[in-house]
């Protein structure tokens, strides 16, 4: 199956909301991604022992955790606790200690230049995540931050730009991140700072800001790929193999 829907691309967990595939969009030039490749998602750190079985059933071998080290103490990943996942730690912000909106994002108006600002201020990171895609270029990967909506959104966005995809695809699938989250919410609430909740929503508009100053500076995501440090040849292997 090539097109798929909303609900064919999500994957239906007990604890673990906003866990999606990333297939089933169209490019620009008429291909599909590619199902069972690459799963955004919010932290495994409630999910239960069925919501591991249906990951592994479903093809995920390896675990990106993008979270900072005060995430992970405080909200521990079930996943990293499970030897059938390869987890991978990549802190997505500099601090160690950081919760979930760190001081140095606070100056930017909205969360459309908190993404710009990690595209600028966190290469060596982003450049570490695809480097994990690389080495698992026909693994099913499945990537989160505890939302699954700022980190795993902006890791998203580059891998559907990255393939083609139309830029109102990228936008709807960062936008379905709130109304999956509702349940989850609650809990981020309390580990935020009042003047921090706005942080929880996902405006289209907050993509839309990100992918402008992408195309604006870079002209596409694989031209951001290889400014940070990616070879053409390793940026084009990672397109081919996320389209079919």
Same mark, same amino acid.
């Given at each position: 199956? =090539?097109?798929?829907?909303?609900?064919?691309?999500?994957?239906?967990?007990?604890?673990?909301?906003?866990?999606?595939? +990333?297939?089933?969009?169209?490019?620009?030039?008429?291909?599909?991604?590619?199902a069972h490749h690459y799963v955004r998602a919010s932290g495994p750190y409630l999910c239960?022992?069925?919501?591991?079985?249906?990951?592994?059933?479903?093809? &995920?071998? &390896?675990?990106?955790?993008?979270?900072?080290?005060?995430?992970?103490?405080?909200?521990?990943?079930? +996943?990293? =606790?499970?030897?059938?996942?390869?987890?991978?730690?990549?802190?997505?912000? %500099?601090?160690?200690?950081?919760?979930?909106?760190?001081?140095?994002?606070?100056?930017?108006?909205?969360?459309?230049? @908190?993404?710009?600002?990690?595209?600028?201020? /966190?290469?060596?990171?982003?450049?570490?995540?695809?480097? @994990?895609?690389?080495? /698992?270029?026909?693994?099913?990967?499945?990537?989160?931050?505890?939302?699954?909506?700022?980190?795993?959104?902006?890791?998203?966005?580059?891998?559907?730009?990255?393939?083609?995809?139309?830029?109102?695809?990228?936008?709807?699938?960062?936008?379905?991140?709130?109304?999956?989250?509702?349940?989850?919410?609650?809990?981020?609430?309390?580990?935020?700072?009042?003047?921090?909740? %706005?942080?929880? =929503?996902?405006?289209?508009?907050?993509?839309?800001?990100?992918?402008?100053?992408? /195309?604006? /500076?870079?002209?596409?995501? =694989?031209?951001?790929?290889?400014?940070?440090? +990616?070879?053409?040849?390793?940026?084009?292997?990672?397109?081919?193999?996320?389209?079919?």
């Amino acid at each position: 199956m =090539q097109y798929m829907t909303r609900e064919d691309r999500y994957i239906e967990l007990e604890h673990m909301p906003n866990t999606r595939d +990333l297939g089933g969009y169209e490019t620009q030039d008429g291909h599909y991604t590619k199902a069972h490749h690459y799963v955004r998602a919010s932290g495994p750190y409630l999910c239960t022992d069925h919501d591991l079985d249906t990951l592994y059933d479903y093809g &995920v071998r &390896v675990v990106i955790d993008l979270r900072s080290d005060f995430e992970k103490g405080v909200m521990k990943s079930r +996943l990293a =606790q499970d030897d059938r996942f390869e987890n991978i730690e990549i802190n997505l912000m %500099d601090s160690q200690v950081v919760k979930v909106v760190p001081d140095e994002v606070r100056e930017y108006r909205d969360l459309g230049g @908190v993404y710009i600002y990690a595209l600028e201020a /966190h290469k060596e990171q982003i450049k570490a995540v695809f480097k @994990v895609f690389l080495e /698992h270029l026909y693994d099913c990967v499945l990537f989160h931050c505890s939302a699954g909506k700022d980190r795993t959104g902006i890791i998203a966005a580059l891998l559907l730009d990255l393939a083609g995809c139309h830029e109102y695809d990228i936008v709807k699938d960062y936008s379905e991140s709130y109304a999956n989250n509702e349940s989850i919410n609650e809990e981020l609430d309390k580990m935020m700072d009042e003047d921090a909740k %706005d942080y929880l =929503q996902s405006s289209p508009r907050y993509m839309m800001i990100m992918l402008d100053y992408l /195309h604006e /500076h870079y002209g596409s995501a =694989q031209a951001y790929l290889e400014s940070i440090g +990616l070879s053409e040849d390793e940026v084009m292997d990672l397109k081919d193999s996320f389209i079919i």
